[in-house]
């Protein structure tokens, strides 16, 4: 059947049975795949399904069926092309799959332009039955825009600056858990940059992501692969790829252990992180020596809030995946996590609530991206305000003890890494209060003040602590995220916990922050000067309104920090640290 009645439009099919022709072949390591079906959709203009046979045939030589319907008003497909709208592109995808895919079949969605939208729809309604998705220069939409024919209409509010941004596509892709390839084009006059940056950074928060540049390609990626024989077929070998990651993890495990489950740690933004729960012969009586119940790594730490995790039933254990997929900490994941796992190394035996290293591929050879395996603590990160005033003792209390480890010049760590300058420092839009951050930006112009150096967390703030119990038998049970471990200030890492504190609980108690960590015996700069450079640096780097800390906030249930909100924090916390306020 190549024709689906639907819509009150008659949808005529392209159909690809598995086996392709003769001549396709795909990569090393990539074989034939039953039980799957490819559905490719083409982009609006004058696209059609006729027009990427040689891409459907690629994913046939595969061994997939491919269905390739033309949207009404294009191809063989009846209709008027200005009467199709997105909901109507839904509704046509979605009634060609379930009338000509197989039941049992999972499904592989491609989509090119406009058709990022449809794809991100299909994936809202079919869920996990969507193995893996391939997007060609996606486009996603304002949900206003949805149900608008295309037209006058459409085109005026998908012109909106920004509009984008209000479209359930994105939520929909972050929240994605199978393979998504995006494929960018070397030049894009099209689609904005920011709206690929946005698909790009929600696939990133839970899919195995792959992005597949295409240098000499224009926009129209699918004309483009029509001739671009090797590209083509990098893209088919990308998003029919079988995932490394369990088979990594299953090696590392000893003796027999096995994962049985896994589920994801919400709460971050640097790398994916997985909570993996296992069973073997050797766990069978307990966790035994070097097996318990070990700490959660990353900014995603915990359960949920309030929430405790400590070992399973049935003699199991859980572990912590952590796995840097977005691009910029991929590429600096060899570094990033291979001095995690010397670190860790490193804190064993001193005390420190931290992971035990199991297993580290820094460069991604073995797995889908560059991850690191480690035990799991107990606990749960906490923002909420319950306890607050404890927490924050014992935070104060921890940081310290950081500070005091002991290290030799072969293990020293590297020197701490600003991560902002005068220059690189965005004042938010807007401001009432400009000359605030102008002498803000003034005094970290200046000279660094002259330290004694210390051993630094460097990202030392409550989304990477864990706390259990309540009340008197309230504890800090763990410390995580130790990629950006390094060597210098302790004002530095003070600053970062205090700015943290500010923006997540109120001013005030980042002002408060530093006089509770000498209140515990911490020894910070005799200078103000240099205890107001090291402050600011922290802070404006947090500028203009710490939006990038408000999702993993949100996600563990501080739905009240909006950017509004935070940006109001920030800008108050900097002129009351001008003020001398905090000390």
């Given at each position: 059947?190549?024709?689906?009645m639907s ?7 392209v ?7 003769a ?5 090393a390591?990539?074989?034939?795949v ?8 083409h ?6 399904a ?15 069926r491919?269905?390739?319907p ?7 497909s ?9 909901e109507r592109r ?33 994936v ?18 304002a ?13 005026e ?5 920004g ?13 994605y858990e199978?393979?998504?390839?995006l494929?960018?084009p ?14 790009e950074?929600?696939?990133?928060a ?9 240098p000499?390609?224009?926009h ?27 088979a990594?993890?299953?090696?590392a ?5 096995r994962?049985?489950s896994?589920?994801?740690?919400t ?8 909570l ?5 012969p ?9 097996r318990?119940?070990?700490p959660?790594?990353?900014?995603e ?13 049935g003699?199991?254990?859980?572990v912590?995946?952590r796995s ?13 996590l291979?001095?995690?796992?010397d670190v ?8 420190i609530?931290a992971?035990e ?24 990160v ?13 935070l104060?209390?921890?940081?310290v003890r ?7 010049e072969?293990?020293?760590?590297r020197?701490?890494?600003a991560?902002t ?27 660094a ?20 119990g ?7 049970s ?12 302790a ?45 600011l640096?922290d ?7 710490a ?34 306020a905090?000390?």
């Amino acid at each position: 059947m190549d024709t689906v009645m639907s819509d009150g439009e008659r949808i005529h099919c392209v159909v690809r049975d598995p086996g392709g022709t003769a001549d396709q072949t795909g990569a090393a390591g990539v074989t034939g795949v039953t039980g799957v079906t490819v559905v490719v959709l083409h982009g609006a203009g004058n696209g059609s399904a006729g027009l990427l046979v040689p891409v459907l045939d690629e994913f046939a030589a595969r061994g997939c069926r491919v269905v390739a319907p033309d949207f009404s008003g294009h191809g063989r497909s009846s209709g008027d092309p200005d009467g199709l709208s997105l909901e109507r592109r839904f509704v046509q995808a979605r009634a060609v799959i379930d009338r000509i895919v197989p039941d049992g079949d999972d499904l592989v969605l491609v989509g090119f332009s406009m058709s990022g939208q449809t794809v991100a729809d299909l994936v809202g309604h079919y869920g996990g039955r969507v193995r893996a998705i391939g997007l060609c220069a996606p486009a996603v939409y304002a949900r206003e825009a949805w149900r608008v024919p295309f037209g006058h209409g459409f085109t005026e509010i998908i012109r909106r600056e920004g509009g984008w941004r209000d479209t359930t596509a994105l939520d929909t892709l972050r929240g994605y858990e199978g393979t998504a390839v995006l494929a960018v084009p070397g030049t894009d006059d099209v689609i904005p940059p920011d709206v690929t940056g946005a698909v790009e950074d929600a696939l990133t928060a839970r899919s195995r992501y792959r992005r597949l540049d295409v240098p000499g390609a224009g926009h129209r990626l699918g004309v483009w692969f029509v001739t671009a024989a090797e590209d083509r077929r990098r893209f088919a070998d990308a998003v029919l790829a079988p995932p490394g990651t369990p088979a990594w993890v299953e090696k590392a495990l000893p003796g027999g252990e096995r994962v049985v489950s896994e589920r994801w740690l919400t709460g971050g933004w640097t790398s994916q992180m997985r909570l993996l729960r296992t069973e073997g012969p050797a766990l069978e009586a307990g966790p035994g020596p070097g097996r318990e119940a070990g700490p959660v790594p990353g900014r995603e730490v915990g359960p949920g809030p309030g929430r405790e995790a400590g070992p399973g039933p049935g003699g199991g254990r859980d572990v912590v995946l952590r796995s840097f997929v977005k691009p910029f900490y991929r590429r600096h994941a060899p570094g990033l996590l291979a001095r995690e796992a010397d670190v860790l190394a490193l804190l064993a035996g001193t005390g420190i609530p931290a992971p035990e290293c199991l297993a580290v591929d820094a460069t991604g050879e073995f797995c889908d991206a560059p991850s690191l395996l480690m035990t799991r603590l107990p606990g749960a990160v906490r923002v909420d305000e319950a306890g607050l005033d404890a927490r924050a003792g014992l935070l104060a209390r921890q940081l310290v003890r950081i500070h005091a480890v002991s290290v030799t010049e072969g293990t020293r760590p590297r020197p701490y890494q600003a991560w902002t300058s005068p220059e690189r420092v965005r004042v938010p839009a807007g401001t009432s209060r400009p000359r605030v951050w102008a002498r803000a930006v003034e005094v970290i112009g200046r000279e660094a003040p002259a330290y004694e150096g210390v051993f630094l967390h460097r990202d030392f703030h409550p989304g990477n602590v864990l706390f259990s119990g309540a009340g008197a038998d309230l504890r800090l049970s763990g410390v995580v995220d130790w990629v950006e471990t390094s060597w210098g200030p302790a004002d530095l890492d003070v600053a970062h916990c205090s700015t943290a504190l500010a923006l997540l609980h109120g001013v005030e108690h980042g002002l408060a922050f530093a006089g509770r960590y000498a209140a515990h015996g911490g020894v910070l700069s005799r200078d103000p000067e240099a205890r107001l450079y090291w402050r600011l640096l922290d802070a404006l780097a947090f500028a203009p309104d710490a939006e990038k800390v408000a999702r993993p906030w949100r996600e563990l249930g501080r739905t009240d920090l909006t950017p509004q909100l935070l940006a109001a924090r920030l800008e108050t916390y900097v002129a009351e640290l001008l003020e001398g306020a905090g000390g």
